[in-house]
């Protein structure tokens, strides 16, 4: 018995029409897969400010004395600031390296490290700083003896923490937080009298 002929080869136009058809599944999945990544990076994943809170200021160390022999003043000021940093996003916030600043009419006079971390999702880490205010730079201050005869001591904190929010791992947000709070000290009784805090987060 003879073995029946092959089938015809299919016509040139459904070959066509064919890969055209596969062509246009994978586009439309490509498409269906974006628009995905886009509405959850924009809702679930969207981008949020880290907090950086000022959980309290406390004045570990105060001491000062008038030098009348130099006509001049020794002061040593150290302060315990705890503060915390939120992470609210749906992914990890990784953070470098900073310092907060203890500053003295726009003048710093104090620096405390803040080594680079990374924050989980939805957590938040605490930090305990001591910040402690360079003598040196502060007695040279010309406004200093008239603060201390008033009896208050004004100084300021200042942070500024900069990390990176991957959404998706594939896109990259840049998130800057500052925190101000300025504090008074009273000299008499060596006690944080006033401290008031604003915060501000930038994308």
């Known amino acids: 018995m003879a073995p029946s ?8 136009q459904t070959s066509r029409k064919r890969r055209r058809n596969i062509c246009l599944v994978v586009i439309a999945v490509i498409l269906g897969l974006v628009l995905l990544m886009v509405i959850l990076g924009l809702t679930v994943f969207k981008a949020k400010h880290p907090v950086t809170t000022v959980n309290s200021v406390a004045l570990k160390d105060f001491d000062f004395s008038l030098n009348l ?3 001049g003043v020794n002061l040593n000021v150290t302060l315990d600031v705890n503060l915390s940093i939120k992470n609210p996003n749906k992914v990890g916030f990784k953070y470098t390296n900073t310092s907060a600043l203890l500053n003295y009419r726009g003048q710093v006079v104090g620096e405390a490290p803040l080594p680079a971390s ?4 939805d957590q938040s880490v605490t930090m305990n700083l001591t910040l402690t205010v360079l003598a040196d730079r502060l007695i040279s201050n010309s406004n200093l003896y008239s603060d201390i005869i008033s009896g208050t001591l004004p100084l ?8 990176k929010v991957y959404i998706l791992k594939i896109i990259k947000i840049h998130v800057v937080s500052y925190t101000t709070c300025d504090i008074n000290i009273d000299v ?3 006690s944080v009298t006033k401290q008031t805090c ?3 987060t930038k994308l």
């Open 5 to 12: 002929p092959p089938p015809p080869p299919p016509p040139p």
């Open 69 to 71: 022999a130099k006509l």
């Open 118 to 121: 990374k924050i989980p999702s």
């Open 156 to 163: 300021s904190a200042f942070t500024r923490v900069a990390g």
């Open 188 to 190: 008499l009784n060596r």
């Open 198 to 200: 604003q915060y501000k």
